[in-house]
């Protein structure tokens, strides 16, 4: 069933993540949500709204503010076959759990040789808002995806956001979804059916042909933007969505830039050992006969977030920047 | 000489004049956050003023504090300029922190003001380890560090508690115990007292009523003197309540905390009116006294506006200052392809 045949719904982001909460949840006893807020607050940012009425407290818990302690307990309920949603206020807290998310649940799987495996959920928004400053304001997925053992998808729209988060309940391995408190209110059309997105399939989100704009998460909206600049001066780019950043559709990455022979990377994080830097490096390594251009990235300027509004827009990739690069990559006109 | 409960006027005068000042800063703060001057995430201490004032004024001048992210007052109780606190907030150039920190990052290393931390419980270990960088010095200052009462569930609280005693660190915990995490009660993720959390690692506890702030500065003037003598680290558990919501984004109650439940605090326990009443009564204030002393206060406050107001937004060239601290000439420190 292709997706323009199946019902569909408006909502938002924030709706689709809760319908795809309630619906695993309805479906799987093993199934809970953990965290701070997300019982009787309806969860910081709304997100797991009415599921505590619908749920009991039993499946929806209010954590106290123990990062390290709640992922940790979460995760020794994954090894016993529980399938823990644990909601991170964001990301930027979950730091203080990586311990447990790196030296547990990553590894897992692999020191025990498969007897025990960690079918958990990590999730929260990623990334900047609006003038949060330094420690409220960071990309986190390259903490996740550099220990072989997590898996992270990033959804970029209310559809993806139902469909990744529904497949990562459900995947045996741990699966960070990391969402974008900017997206919580982006609306669009749902499936109302059981809609689960297999992990590792990327998505064209703009077919064009001449560059290809390569990104995940909420940059996919700021990659949007720019083709759409570009195409006022007549060029027409193909825009890549990941949506899953490990497991990494290296088919779909190296179809787009054999079509267009020019690559750039679009990210919220840092360059250093950021996800562009991985994807360069595949481009090079599998498809360096098909290029015309180096691969390019567009990332976040390499200091923490500064608050101030005017600093804060300078360090953030923005659609000017990758519009820029587009250009620098098609050696037509000016620097990025 | 003229006392109002075993305090003397002129100090309980200063006391009343620093929490409006506290009080009128925040109120403005609020309106300035309303119509976009001030952006992020703003955490205001409206109610709260009595422990910033009673708990930091007794310190000395070279004495630190630490704190976390709703800590505009107690910046401004360290000595911090109500103007360079007021342009932080706007993001502006001649802010204590020239815009980069924000409403959450308030630091003035001159003052003894060690920041304005925003992840819940960071600042614990740290305000141990100033605590410890006095004591390897053989200095004779304390450190004073402010935590919420939901921080007290970090897991870092205990460590940096069992340390401080094992080296007997120069450090006074003060837990600002205003019943709430954004909307969880205290109760609800803690089946122990507050009193109860810091006897494990042999810290004492002690608990002071922060609405009284001429209580609170005569507990924290004895402390602070017998943590200067060597008594080793302290807990205490100041109690007290949030007159508005968590931050400004959100709801002042709801169905963490009934209306009901705020408005009496609001009435019963405001931390202003409590010493302005005992004022009046003891005949050492009158209502032209008052008024006096909020128009000074608010005019303090319109200048710091003003002054921030003016103040030119950072230079873009500024972007990659202070990244770092060293730069290096023979590696490349950014790799963006922008910084150089
Ligand atoms: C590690 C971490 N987790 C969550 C948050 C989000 N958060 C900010 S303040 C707060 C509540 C803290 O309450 P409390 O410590 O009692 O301080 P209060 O706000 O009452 O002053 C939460 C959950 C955070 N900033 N850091
Ligand atoms: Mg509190």
Redesign the interface.
């Known amino acids: 069933m292709s997706a323009s045949e199946r019902k569909s719904t408006e909502m938002t982001y924030r709706e689709a993540l809760n319908a795809a909460m309630v619906q695993e949840m309805e479906r799987d006893d093993a199934v809970f949500l953990m965290g701070e807020e997300v019982a009787e607050y309806d969860g910081a940012y709304k997100v797991s709204r009415g599921m505590l009425a619908r749920f009991g407290d039993r499946r929806v818990v209010d954590s106290p503010i123990s990062e390290l302690g709640f992922a940790g307990l979460c995760v020794g309920a994954a090894m016993t076959g529980l399938r823990p949603i644990c909601e991170f206020m964001t990301f930027n807290f979950s730091i203080l759990a990586l311990d447990q998310v790196i030296n547990s649940a990553a590894k897992m799987a692999y020191m025990t040789n498969g007897q025990i495996n960690v079918p958990i959920v990590f999730r929260g928004p990623t990334g900047a808002a609006l003038q949060l400053a330094a420690q409220h304001s960071q990309a986190c997925e390259t903490y996740y995806v550099h220990a072989p053992g997590v898996k992270l998808v990033t959804p970029a729209t209310p559809a993806d956001a139902k469909g990744l988060l529904a497949a990562a309940v459900r995947d045996d391995d741990p699966v960070a979804v990391m969402e974008g408190e900017l997206l919580y209110n982006v609306k669009g059309e749902v499936p109302d059916d059981e809609y689960v997105i297999p992990l590792g399939v990327a998505d064209l989100k703009r077919s064009g042909g001449d560059v290809s704009i390569v990104t995940h998460g909420k940059m996919v909206h700021v990659a949007l933007q720019a083709a759409g600049k570009l195409a006022r001066e007549g060029i027409e780019a193909d825009v890549l969505d990941l949506r899953s950043v490990r497991p990494l559709d290296v088919q779909a990455i190296l179809e787009t830039a054999a079509r267009t022979n020019r690559v750039v990377y679009v990210e919220e994080g840092w360059p250093f050992a950021g996800v562009g830097a991985q994807i360069v490096a595949l481009v090079q390594e599998e498809a360096f006969d098909d290029l015309d251009a180096p691969v390019l990235r567009v990332t976040q300027a390499d200091v923490p977030m500064p608050y101030a509004k005017n600093l804060e827009a300078l360090a953030k990739p923005g659609a000017d920047r990758v519009v820029a690069a587009c250009k620098r990559a098609l050696y037509a006109g000016e620097e990025a | 000489m003229a006392e109002v409960r075993g305090m003397s006027r002129d100090v309980a005068l200063s006391l009343l004049g620093d929490m409006l000042l506290y009080r009128r800063f925040e109120e403005e703060v609020e309106t300035a956050y309303k119509i976009g001057k001030i ?3 703003c955490h205001v201490h409206i109610g709260q003023e009595g422990i910033a004032a009673g708990a930091i004024k007794p310190l000395r001048g070279r004495d630190l504090v630490i704190s976390a992210y709703r800590e505009h007052t107690q910046a401004l109780a360290k000595g911090m300029a109500p103007r360079a606190v007021m342009a932080e907030l706007f ?2 150039v001649d802010g204590c ?1 020239g ?7 308030l630091f003035d290393v001159d003052k003894g003001f060690m920041g304005g ?6 600042q614990i270990p740290l305000g141990a380890g100033l605590a410890w960088a006095i004591k390897y010095r053989g200095g004779d200052q304390i450190c004073l560090c402010f935590l919420g009462d ?2 007290v ?3 870092a609280f205990l460590e940096a508690l069992n340390m401080s005693a094992v080296w007997r660190l120069p450090v006074i915990y003060v837990v600002e115990n205003n019943g709430y ?4 009660a205290f109760s ?3 089946v122990t007292e507050m009193e109860e959390r810091s006897g494990a690692c042999g810290v004492p506890a002690h608990t002071v009523n922060g609405q009284d702030v001429q209580a609170t500065y005569e507990f924290f003037a004895g402390l602070a003197e017998d943590v200067r003598d060597g008594a080793g680290p302290q807990f205490v558990n100041a109690v007290t309540y949030r007159f508005r919501g968590h931050s400004m984004s959100d709801p002042v109650s ?3 905390r009934a209306k009901e439940e705020v408005d009496r605090q609001v009435v019963e326990q405001d931390p202003i009116a409590i010493l302005r009443d005992r004022l009046f009564e003891a005949g050492l204030m009158g209502q032209d006294d008052l008024e006096e002393l909020d128009a000074q206060v608010r005019a303090v406050v319109q200048d710091a506006l003003d002054f921030a107001e003016e103040s030119p ?2 230079d ?1 060239g ?3 200052d202070h ?1 770092y601290a060293e730069v290096n000439e023979h590696g490349r ?7 150089s």
Do not use: E, K, W
């Open positions: 952006g992020g995430f993001g502006r922190c815009g980069r920190g924000g409403s959450m990052h931390h925003g992840i819940v419980g960071g939901a921080a569930n970090q897991g995490g954004m909307g969880t609800r993720v803690s709801g169905t963490y937004r950072p873009a500024t972007l990659y990244a420190l950014f790799l963006d392809g922008r910084g």
